[in-house]
Each structure stands twice: as structure tokens, then as C-alpha cells.
């Protein structure tokens, strides 16, 4: 079994931060790519940050210079420090893990339970 187990969501004022975490364990032979994504109510999930294993990212156009991603490859866990927010972001986050499980030649995609964040005064 191999699961992601996101925190750090919560409500936040406008213009304030917030940090997200996302650690993936259980049976895990290796993990690659992983990102966030997120989804608002009645919009298709979009892609927020990735990052590889050498720390390369990338960043969706709206939160470049406002969100910070980076990752512990010892501890197989990714950050999202998120500042400045605006009421725009408000959305579950979800992370997201390319990872090959012990019980697989394969990489998969794993995904979290997602994480609730409000930006509202």
C-alpha cells in the first residue's frame, strides 16, 4: 500500500500564507515527479506547482513569485508555501506523486485525499 497524506489547509485573510505539506509512505521502491493541484467548485482541477527529484519546478502562471514548492527526497515529502493569498485561491489542494510501489515494475500516479483552503476576509 502506498498513500499521501496532505496538511496544512485551513483559512487564511487575504494577502496572508499558508504552508501545505504532503508526505507519501508505505510501500514505496522509489518517488519521482511530485506536484500540487488544486480544484475550486465548479472548475476542472489545474495544476499549481511540480517538482522533479533534482529540485527542478514549475509553477502555474497565477501563483509564480506568490507559491514556493520544495521537497525532502529523504523523507518523500513535498512543501507548498503559499503567501499573498487572494479569495482566487480558494480550493482543495491535492498532491499528487509519480511513484513506483515496492509490489511493481511500474510507476504510478498516486494522489491525496486533498486539503481545504479558504482565502476570505
Known amino acids: 500500500q502506498v498513500q499521501l497524506v496532505e496538511s496544512g489547509g485551513g483559512l487564511v485573510q487575504p494577502g496572508g500564507s499558508l504552508r501545505l505539506s504532503c508526505a507519501a509512505s508505505?510501500?514505496?521502491?522509489?518517488?519521482?515527479?511530485m506536484g500540487w493541484y488544486r480544484q475550486a467548485p465548479g472548475k476542472q482541477r489545474e495544476l499549481v506547482a511540480r517538482i522533479a527529484t533534482d529540485s527542478s519546478t514549475n509553477y502555474a502562471d497565477s501563483v509564480k513569485g506568490r507559491f514556493t514548492i520544495s521537497r525532502d527526497n529523504a523523507k518523500n515529502t513535498i512543501y507548498l508555501q503559499m503567501n499573498s493569498l487572494k479569495p482566487e485561491d480558494t480550493a482543495v489542494y491535492y498532491c499528487t506523486a509519480n511513484i513506483r510501489p515496492q509490489y511493481s515494475s511500474y510507476e504510478v500516479p498516486f494522489w491525496g485525499q486533498g486539503t481545504q483552503v479558504t482565502v476570505s476576509s
Open positions: 508505505g510501500s514505496i521502491f522509489r518517488v519521482n515527479l
